[in-house]
């Protein structure tokens, strides 16, 4: 609240948030025509999180002093994507938004409103040098993750927790020298709002759990569109079918829009590298 000094100042205590969705079964969430399409052959994501933070800004100044945010968040995601290739096609990544929830506000008229939101996205890195049909599913829980978001110092910024703990299964009925690695993007925004638009920022904190699938068929090796995430070298004795080579890759970055974004956690774990013969 505004004082003496000319400072509005807040703390909170604690926002509690949640959200989930399902999406409808075999829902095509993108594609490019004609010759690739992914259909969602299930899908169900939750979330929950209790915000808590301070912020100081000094009107005779009309500059923030200081803003943060602690974040403890947890993350569940059962996905299953089918991947229909019909021809060749360049790397690229596609994403599906199912939108944006937005829990109650904190609003103090006259002096500032602070607005959390959720977001999701269902994307995916994909690429080709012909026909690929391959599904992969993913379940993934994140039950213990915490984030310190300092807007206004991107280095006093940290994260602990968010260890993944997952199941998977592929089936790939159709190859070719390629990836098809789907994503889930989840962020925790919060947007301030100080004395009616006088100032005003956004940032928050985003994680992004990819079930990296990279598949190589001898016969094209000469053509191999590289994913660029796998961690351990190819297997140059499947000569005779495809190789498929699947990691997990985990990210959590925090941002201010239009100003820094940082990644605070990453981690890689190998999957599987199994060869199929033909």
Same mark, same amino acid.
């Given at each position: 609240?505004?004082?003496?000094?000319?400072?509005?100042?807040?703390?909170?205590?604690?926002?509690?948030?949640?959200? #989930?969705?399902?999406?409808?079964?075999?829902?095509?969430? $993108?594609?490019?025509?004609?010759?690739?399409? &992914?259909? &969602?052959?299930?899908?169900?994501?939750?979330?929950?999180?209790?915000?808590?933070? =301070?912020?100081?800004?000094?009107?005779?100044?009309?500059?923030?002093?200081?803003?943060?945010?602690?974040?403890?968040? /947890?993350?569940?995601?059962?996905? /299953?994507?089918?991947?229909?290739?019909? @021809?060749?096609?360049?790397?690229?990544?596609?994403? $599906?938004?199912?939108?944006?929830?937005?829990?109650?506000?904190?609003?103090?008229?006259?002096?500032?409103?602070?607005?959390?939101?959720?977001?999701? /996205? %269902?994307?995916?890195?994909?690429?080709?040098?012909? @026909?690929?049909?391959?599904?992969? #599913?993913?379940?993934?829980?994140?039950?213990?993750? =915490? /984030? =310190?978001?300092?807007?206004?110092?991107? #280095?006093?910024?940290?994260?602990?927790?968010?260890?993944? =703990?997952?199941?998977?299964?592929?089936?790939?009925?159709?190859?070719?020298?390629?990836?098809?690695?789907?994503?889930?993007?989840?962020?925790?925004?919060?947007?301030?709002?100080?004395?009616?638009?006088?100032?005003?920022? !956004?940032?928050?904190?985003?994680?992004?759990?990819?079930?990296?699938?990279?598949? #190589?068929?001898?016969?094209?090796?000469?053509? %191999?569109?590289?994913?660029?995430?796998?961690?351990?070298?190819?297997?140059?004795?499947?000569?005779?079918?495809?190789?498929?080579?699947?990691?997990?890759?985990?990210?959590?970055?925090?941002?201010?829009?239009?100003?820094?974004?940082?990644?605070?956690?990453? !981690?890689?774990?190998?999957?599987?590298?199994?060869?199929?013969?033909?």
């Amino acid at each position: 609240m505004q004082n003496n000094s000319g400072n509005i100042t807040f703390d909170e205590p604690g926002i509690s948030v949640a959200s #989930n969705f399902s999406l409808p079964r075999d829902m095509e969430i $993108f594609s490019e025509p004609p010759s690739f399409t &992914a259909t &969602a052959n299930d899908g169900y994501l939750s979330d929950a999180a209790i915000i808590r933070g =301070h912020f100081s800004y000094d009107v005779p100044s009309a500059q923030l002093q200081s803003l943060w945010f602690d974040i403890d968040a /947890a993350f569940f995601g059962d996905l /299953a994507v089918t991947f229909n290739i019909t @021809a060749p096609l360049s790397d690229n990544s596609y994403a $599906f938004s199912p939108g944006t929830f937005f829990p109650s506000s904190v609003n103090v008229p006259g002096a500032f409103s602070l607005t959390p939101s959720l977001r999701w /996205a %269902i994307g995916a890195d994909v690429g080709s040098v012909g @026909a690929i049909y391959h599904s992969s #599913n993913i379940t993934m829980t994140i039950p213990d993750g =915490h /984030a =310190h978001v300092d807007f206004t110092n991107s #280095n006093r910024s940290h994260v602990t927790g968010w260890g993944p =703990h997952l199941t998977y299964a592929v089936n790939t009925k159709e190859a070719a020298t390629g990836h098809a690695s789907p994503f889930i993007d989840f962020s925790i925004e919060l947007s301030l709002d100080v004395l009616d638009g006088l100032y005003n920022i !956004t940032g928050g904190v985003t994680a992004r759990p990819q079930f990296v699938n990279e598949l #190589n068929v001898a016969q094209s090796q000469t053509r %191999i569109r590289k994913a660029n995430r796998m961690i351990w070298p190819r297997n140059l004795t499947c000569s005779r079918g495809f190789e498929l080579r699947s990691a997990f890759n985990f990210s959590v970055s925090a941002f201010v829009t239009d100003s820094w974004e940082k990644t605070l956690y990453n !981690t890689e774990i190998p999957i599987a590298d199994e060869c199929y013969l033909f």
